[in-house]
């Protein structure tokens, strides 16, 4: 659905904010689910403020945008080494 969102707008952005409201779910959720398609997620500029109607900085700082960079960069996935059992002892 994240990747959906992107492709309503033809700048490829998304306020978060206002769709995690939509959903119910927490904004930094929302962060982790566009950054796993390779977002970047920022904070608004002045031009993103004006651009989406945001006038006090105290609503600004809970907005937050998601936007679609070219290349993508997808996050490194945590993986878990094990150790070897080492052979030859009976």
């Given at each position: 659905?994240?990747?959906?969102?992107?492709?309503?707008?033809?700048?490829?952005?998304?306020?978060?904010?206002?769709?995690g409201d939509d959903l119910?779910?927490?904004?930094?959720?929302?962060?982790?689910?566009?950054?796993?398609?390779?977002?970047?997620?920022?904070?608004?500029?002045?031009?993103d403020r004006a651009r989406?109607?945001?006038?006090?900085?105290?609503?600004?700082?809970?907005?937050?945008?998601?936007?679609?960079?070219?290349?993508?960069?997808?996050?490194?996935?945590?993986?878990?080494?094990?150790?070897?059992?080492?052979?030859?002892?009976?």
């Open positions: 659905m994240a990747a959906l969102t992107l492709l309503i707008d033809a700048n490829f952005e998304v306020d978060i904010y206002d769709l119910h779910l927490h904004p930094k959720t929302m962060a982790n689910y566009y950054q796993e398609i390779g977002c970047r997620v920022s904070t608004l500029t002045e031009r989406y109607g945001i006038q006090s900085k105290v609503e600004a700082a809970q907005h937050r945008i998601a936007r679609l960079r070219v290349p993508l960069v997808f996050p490194k996935s945590k993986s878990v080494s094990y150790r070897r059992k080492k052979a030859g002892t009976r």
